[in-house]
């Protein structure tokens, strides 16, 4: 037997399931669930995003997810404001892409919680996002869905980027293959630099005219971000896609009153119809000309420093810690684990701790269990939440935006579900009532997955997507309302 050479390297065993335990589940794709897990010998969390390879095969995604595990190599650990790629392993059933847990959630929902951002914060972000944009297109690489909910927030705060299964890796001249693999590639490059991706909203018009995409495209992207932290909404609003790329292509949109100068002169600037005139798409030095704007006057470039607070908000987000995992979790994620994880999300929302304060209270207790007291209170301090004014009086029980589908156009709008009992429903952009959905003993809900779900009445299927993921959460609060007003037989005999 040859003994070991101990110049050697040893060899890295590959982790399997086995190696962490899985908690919540923080988000959800067509064909992947994003999992909170812990390291079971280090305790680090992560996130681990799991990819069903039947699902993969079945929406034709094989491309876009090795696409993305090469976009995490080139980029590695470089530069802090990018998701890490751990480690990658799979199973019979799964691929298995183990990542940075950000525990301070997404852009999108800061956005939300606070309106919009003050001046100070919008500076500070937009600045660690161009950047995250030098060192990005630096490596030839253009993401090409840049949006709110694809800028993260790590527990300090700082921004990081994910989510790269769009981005196009531009081929340079130092990459050369032979044959029909260059060829190929060739195509495939020319193919996805054509191909429309992206969300509505801060696509850019070259992307929607077929035109070839660019580092310029992440600009004008750049430019509907650095919109919305300004004002709290989007620069394109329109009721379906259909308009709001008309929208796009006319570089139609306004700024509200009070819009900050600085930041108005900055989006003008990028929200530019041709990509080439766009501010910094043809600096010599990237992106020397969007680092001198007057946005970012006091900036020191080599050194941000420390985020600046967004909020003295009591919604502030806050890493829950080691109460994300229970001490007689097993490690793994076999069937009956992942059930046991959806039965958990299917409880009552709240905060954790609230949460389990109210199961040791009162075990059970449904959204409609209230007494009048606590109606009372909740109503007062409601008057204080700008959808108030569209539920006639009546108290909120649960309330969220939710993406409402109608023909092939999704329409975003914040639903209110109220006594009454009342499914309101509002558009969040110009604050107007659109309408609610009837009510009846024969109303009944369904869920496909973490985000979709459906309400059926007598006369029509809504169908309705949470892009949050709280699907479950959404038709047990609706059948608890509709069980207090209409409750079933068996309820009435009990």
């Keep these: 037997m040859t003994p070991p050479n101990p110049q050697e390297p040893a060899e890295v065993r590959k982790k399997t399931p086995s190696d962490f335990i899985f908690g919540k589940v ?65 199973d019979y059933d799964s691929l298995y892409f183990v990542l940075t847990y950000a525990k301070n959630g997404e852009l999108l929902k800061h956005i939300n919680l606070h309106n919009k951002f003050n001046f100070e914060c919008t500076q500070y972000y937009t600045a660690e996002l161009v950047l995250a944009l030098e060192y990005l297109h630096s490596k030839h690489i253009v993401h090409r869905d840049l949006k709110p909910e694809n800028i993260l927030f790590d527990h300090n705060f700082h921004i990081i980027i994910t989510d790269f299964g769009s981005a196009n890796i531009e081929k340079t001249d130092n990459q050369t293959n032979n044959g029909e693999t260059d060829l190929i ?54 009721g379906n896609e259909y308009f709001i790329f008309q929208k796009i292509i006319k570089l139609e949109y306004e700024f509200p009153d009070g819009f900050d100068k600085r930041a108005q002169d900055l989006v003008e600037n990028l929200l530019v119809l041709e990509p080439n005139r766009r501010l910094g798409a ?30 003295d908000s009591p919604y502030l987000i806050k890493s ?131 985000k979709i779900f459906f309400v059926h009445t007598p006369n029509r299927k809504y169908y309705l997507e949470d892009p949050e993921g709280y699907a479950l959460e959404w038709c047990k609060a609706i059948d608890q309302v509709k069980e207090h007003y209409f409750p079933s037989e068996q309820a009435l005999k009990d």
Aim: aromatic residues 10%; glycine residues 6%.
């Design 185 to 238: 590639t060739a195509l495939e490059n020319t193919r996805r630099r054509r191909s429309f991706v992206g969300t509505a909203q801060f696509v850019s018009p070259e992307m929607l005219q077929e035109s070839e995409s660019s580092a310029a495209s992440d600009l004008w992207a750049l430019g509907c971000i650095v919109y919305q932290m300004t004002c709290g909404h989007m620069p394109f609003v329109g």
């Design 320 to 450: 829950s810690g080691s109460n994300n995992f229970n001490s007689n979790q097993e490690p793994g994620l076999d069937r009956d684990i992942v059930t046991k994880l959806i039965l958990k999300d299917m409880l009552p929302g709240a905060a954790p701790t609230k949460q389990a304060e109210r199961k040791i209270s009162r075990a059970g207790r449904k959204i409609t269990d209230l007494t009048q007291e606590e109606i009372e209170k909740r109503l007062l301090a409601q008057q204080a939440n700008p959808y108030n004014v569209f539920v006639e009086g009546n108290l909120i029980l649960k309330q969220g935006l939710i993406d409402k589908r109608k023909g092939l156009f999704p329409r975003r709008r914040m639903f209110l579900l109220t006594f009454g009992p009342h499914l309101y429903y509002v558009d969040p952009s110009n604050m107007n009532f659109k309408g609610e959905i009837p009510w009846s003993s024969d109303m009944r809900t369904e869920t496909k997955n973490f």
């Design 26 to 90: 923080i988000g959800e794709g067509s064909y992947s669930t994003v999992y909170l897990a812990q390291d079971v010998q280090t305790k680090k969390e992560f996130a681990i995003k799991v990819l069903k390879k039947k699902h993969i095969i079945r929406e034709k995604k094989t491309e876009s997810v090795m696409r993305e595990k090469e976009v995490l190599r080139i980029l590695g650990n470089s530069c802090p404001y990018f998701v890490n790629l751990y480690s990658t392993f799979q």
């Design 282 to 311: 043809s600096d010599v030095v990237p992106y020397t000309s969007i680092r001198e704007h007057q946005m970012f006057e006091g900036i020191n470039w080599n050194d941000l420093g420390p985020p600046p607070l967004l909020s």
